[in-house]
């Protein structure tokens, strides 16, 4: 299975968009590849590039565009992705603080009306578990894959 396809299939729809442009990246990677290849071939006697006596000016600089491209989206990337953790921490903390303290205030009430608020409490807590665990698998994701998808930007 191509690497691509693992990723776009591991990815969540509910952060979907925040996962690393893969496909951009990896055309990049590819033209790398493709301007060593044509570097080697016009290379004096098939020598290696790193050891031949005339260094081609154009493909040097090439590179170090192509380099300098690569590293750019790199870096948008992962501004991106910081962005949405960012996010997503703090719209938890506010939900967090927000159950908590209905919590505080129904164990400070007694009546028989508590029952329905505890059971929307208990509920409003499962859902706020879900999510944390929605973003738990984004971020078990994001070390081991990268957060990388095929999705064009």
């Known amino acids: ?18 996962y690393l442009n893969y496909k951009a990246l990896k055309k990049v990677i590819n033209a790398v590849e ?12 098939n020598q290696p590039v790193l050891l031949a006596t005339t260094v081609d000016v154009t493909h040097m600089a090439e590179f170090q565009a192509l380099k300098t491209a690569f590293f750019f989206k790199l870096e948008r990337e992962l501004e991106k992705v910081n962005a949405f953790y960012l996010q997503k921490e703090s719209e938890f903390k506010v939900r967090l603080r ?22 929307t ?20 994701l994001s070390p081991l894959h990268c957060c990388l998808t095929t999705s064009q930007t």
Do not use: Y
Request: charged share 20%; aromatic share 6%.
């Open 121 to 140: 409490l208990k509920e409003a807590f499962a859902s706020f578990q879900q999510d944390l665990a929605k973003l738990q698998v984004c971020i078990v």
């Open 1 to 18: 299975m191509k690497f691509g396809k693992f990723i776009q299939g591991q990815q969540t729809e509910w952060a979907g968009p925040q």
């Open 34 to 45: 493709a301007l060593a290849e044509s570097a080697q071939a016009a290379a004096p006697n």
């Open 98 to 119: 927000s159950l908590v303290d209905k919590k505080k205030v129904l164990k400070g009430r007694k009546s028989s009306q508590n029952l329905a608020a505890l059971v």
